[in-house]
């Protein structure tokens, strides 16, 4: 009955009944995307950042069911004027934002593949961030600004070898994840004597 609907239901609904943020961010955006092979569901993120590596814009596109729509618009209004490394740490989190749309059963992979999306924007503008960046030391882990260096001192310093270690060390990799092969190269090139 209309009336007994639970605040996580209504929610969902209208979040579903009223996306926001749909659409495409203005340029220059960056992109993720996310499909299901079993259902044909598909949602694409489209982000734009400032110059303080703030989110100013999420807009989303979905073809799929109510939960990964509502999902998908919750997160464009949460991540909208978080710095990429907290929007990524926020799309780390699909077990968090099922619970709050109410643990649909059989949902939990749209709400999965609403995050996988805005992760994958995320990992997009890391990339171009990377490649864009200027400074004097090679810049690895964009969402946390971690250098090369810093990482090279860490595993040096505490022996360290998997990127677990060296997230728990420097945040290096705490975020989007893009930056994981990265980490792993260098601690294939730091490969200390045992
Ligand atoms: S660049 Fe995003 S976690 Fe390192």
């Known amino acids: 009955m209309r009336e007994n609907l639970s605040s ?26 996310a499909a299901s092979l079993s259902c044909g569901a598909h949602v694409r993120f489209s982000i734009q950042v400032d110059e303080t590596h703030a989110v100013s814009q999420a807009k989303f596109r979905a073809a799929g069911c109510e939960v ?14 978080l710095s990429t490394a907290d929007a990524a740490v926020v799309g780390q989190s699909p077990a968090t934002l099922s619970e709050e749309l109410g643990d649909e059963p059989g949902k939990a992979q749209c709400v999965e593949m609403a995050c996988e999306a805005l992760l994958d924007a995320i990992r997009d503008y890391s990339n171009a961030a990377r490649e864009d960046w200027a400074g004097d030391e090679a810049l690895i882990c964009t969402c946390f600004f971690v250098s090369e260096h810093t990482i090279e001192r860490e595993i040096q310093r505490h022996g360290l070898t998997t990127v677990a270690e060296v997230t728990r060390a420097c945040n290096a990799g705490a975020g989007c994840g893009s ?11 730091n490969d200390l004597p045992r």
């Open 8 to 33: 996580v239901q209504t929610v969902t609904a209208d979040h579903f009944f009223n996306p926001r943020n749909a659409g495409d961010a203005g340029e220059p955006s960056f992109i993720g995307r």
């Open 179 to 189: 930056c994981h092969q990265l980490i792993q190269e260098i601690l294939a090139t």
């Open 68 to 81: 990964l729509v509502a999902a998908a618009s919750v997160l464009t209004e949460r991540v909208t004027g």
